[in-house]
């Protein structure tokens, strides 16, 4: 006698679900409640069913009346709604974790708590409700973060970031746009682990825990796990990262306490438990808990199972779990997901799919739908449209399976990864590694990777374009920008200025954190034609590495952008460049090039600088952008991220505070009509050798060196690395960010429109020696 199942869902995980079930003597009917094109194509046992995953009375109506002895529910949400409380409330046998065990992965806090609790290694977090207070604590985190929505977001409440501003951003997209609704009224902002993902998916009745192969699933949706996150674009299994020795940590160290844990709350884990982790250098821990098969993880690890499905389902809800002998095949499974165009946003539904009966007639090769429909022709209807699953001994030839099954499929607008599983695809001989065709060489494999380049083009584009004004013609993607100049009138002249950020990027790599950097080249740049008395119109950048990450080239691009805007001038730019051997790994340079306009009359050339004259300073934000090669030698032993009191925060955030433009103090004193003799930018060659640039042969500038307090940082850079004072000052700029030489009369009326970012620094004198004196 055979038993009718349903499985409720619509995914990939169901269609495999179904295909697998369906292979079982013991079942009879298939139903698949909605189901996709796949399942209402696939004929024989299976059947789609016109009820979705909320319809639960209906859904209990239908099981009764269609004599279904067991329901397998695959998606999180019904199972976080009660659907198996319900179904076992009228007496019909349900596969999966009730709502109470269902909150593993209904709430993340929840799911923090327990592991707390059970001391299960997770990364650190916190927890907030509140908007601001989250921001607060935001800003107190010296190390980079994972900002996620604590309830149900369909895969896509996760946001890695590399940098504060990205942190915010993500934390205003959940709290205050309400991008993901009511799973983000709470949020978990936690340590971002560095190591690699894998997935370990096992069977539980309540109290036997059965593993299946470990797998490892891509969640970005582009190459070299870039873009956005996804429900997942593809995955492989076994894992070879994780040994039967990691394996057996996992069960015992992660799954099994867990699962005592809700049996003493009163809620029996019954179904699968899907313990996504992170392989650190100080071992497992345990990123999220999933209540359910995994998807894509199901399209893999299915394909190798030699024992019958349902007998394991059913005893599993049976409580009966050790006696069912789960045998696993040697060989391996991979995946590769087709996603429709626009995903993992808004993707148009009911476009034509071409090709997937050639695709199964590959050898090894299973198409399994999620996101398709089925009318005259099997049409798009969701984000992921495809899983295309190879089963082959080996994993470069599941791979190589998998992905000549996906050449056969076309739809317009289909995008898929072309690196699932590549970072572990070496074999030696012993492992069959001859029996692979060799791979013909690309750019690529001289370190260049153009569709990075490209990525970060598109990531960049949204920030560039706000920039723009109606004069700029021609800007980023073109192969030189164009800025309509008839505006300017006859005696404009233009005033450029080209310079680096230099070794501060090193501080930015060594952090991860990018978004400051981009400011400094454009204030820097500011601040430079700036001194002439000109306003800047546009600003043309170059970003060199050893290798192209889009995020941190769209972050680094983006922090040049706000500088613009704030500048009112246009970014034309977007040049970067890929470099392996010219740079060190993760290294980069940031360069740039502002154009500004004076009008001939308005320049400001330091011909009328004389003795008397009053020198006004300006605070600067910090080091700015000179001095970093000695302040990285005095600091090399310290720790970037730890707090020191006497600067308020951290050392690297010291360190990365931003290049000040003083665009706006230089506009407030020309509104004002104070006569401006001279502009000193303090760069390179600190407070000594600037100021030389702008002094008369006969003149010096006397310093009072009274007159301001050096700020902590300067000071702790001196103590630390017993520099001399003299150096000091010809290094740094000590605080001074801008120097404005005015007449002695201008002096007042300077230092009443500044406030109290600006004081009488020293007055210009008949020369003795140096052109500088510290008095």
Known sequence: ?????????????????????????????????????????????????????????????????????????????????????????????????????????????????????????????????????????????????????????????????????????????????????????????EERLIGQEASVLAFCDGTTIIPMPAAQDHKPLLDGDLGPNTGGMGAYAPAPLVNGQLMEEVVTGVMEPVVRTMALEGFPYVGVLYAGLMLTDDGPKVLEFNCRFGDPETQVVLPLLETDLYEILTACVDGTLDQVPVRWNDGVAATVVAAAEGYPGASPSGRTITGIGDANSVPGVTVFHAGTALG???????????????????????????????????????????????????????????????????????????????????????????????????????????????????????????????????????????????????????????????????????????????????????????????????????????????YEKDELDVVGTMVGVVKRGDIVDHSRVTVGNQVVGIRSSGLHTNGYSLARKVFELWNLNDRVAALGTSLGNALLEPHRSYLPHVTTLRNAGVDIRALVHITGGGLIENPARVLPEETALRVDRSSWTVPPLFSLICSQGNILEREMFTAFNMGVGMMVIVPADGLQEALSKLGSDAWRLGEIVPRDTEPVELA
């Open 1 to 189: 006698m055979t038993s009718n199942v349903l499985i409720v869902g619509r995914g990939g995980r169901e269609h495999a679900l179904a295909w697998k079930l369906a292979e079982s003597p013991h079942v009879g009917k298939v139903y698949v409640a909605p189901g996709n094109g796949g399942t209402a194509a696939a004929g024989g046992k299976i059947e789609n069913v016109a009820l979705t995953e909320s319809d639960i009375d209906d859904l209990i109506e239908f099981a009764g009346a269609n004599q279904v002895d067991l329901t397998v529910i695959g998606p999180e949400a019904p199972l976080v709604a009660g659907i198996v409380d319900c179904f076992e409330g009228v007496g019909l046998r349900c596969f999966g974790p009730v709502a109470g065990a269902a909150q593993l992965e209904g709430s993340k806090r929840f799911s923090k708590e327990i592991m707390d609790r059970v001391r299960v290694a997770t990364a650190s977090y916190e927890a907030f409700t509140d908007h601001a207070e989250a921001v607060a604590h935001l800003r107190a985190v010296t190390t980079p973060v994972v900002i996620k929505a604590s309830g149900l977001a369909a895969g896509k409440g996760v946001i890695v970031t590399n940098s504060m501003a990205e942190a915010e951003q993500a934390l205003n997209r959940i709290m205050v746009e309400n991008e993901f609704g009511e799973a983000g009224s709470e949020v978990i902002i």
């Open 376 to 582: 005259d022709d099997v049409v798009t209807a969701g984000g992921r449209v495809l899983a295309v699953t190879g089963v082959q001994p080996n994993l470069p030839m599941a791979l190589a399976c998998a992905y000549h099954g996906i050449e056969h499929i076309e739809f317009e607008g289909m995008q898929y990864r072309n690196d699932i599983g590549a970072h572990v695809t070496e074999l030696s001989a012993a492992d069959g590694g001859e029996s692979l065709l060799p791979r013909p060489t690309t750019y690529a494999d001289a370190g260049v990777n153009i569709e990075a380049g490209s990525r970060a083009v598109a990531m960049m584009e949204r920030e560039v374009l706000s920039t723009y004004g109606p004069e700029v013609m021609a800007g980023i993607g073109s192969f030189g920008g164009m800025f309509d100049a008839s505006a300017l009138g006859e005696d404009a002249v233009l005033v450029a200025s080209t310079d680096g950020v230099g070794t501060k990027t090193k501080i930015a790599t060594a952090l991860q954190r990018y978004d400051t950097i981009g400011q400094d080249i454009v204030n820097h740049c500011v601040n430079d034609i700036l001194v002439q008395g000109a306003r800047p119109l546009f600003f043309l950048d170059y970003v060199a590495t050893s290798q192209l990450d889009p995020r941190v080239t769209a972050t680094v691009v983006g922090g040049m952008a706000m500088a613009c805007r704030e500048a009112g001038c246009a970014l034309l730019g977007g040049e970067t460049a890929e470099m392996p051997g010219v």
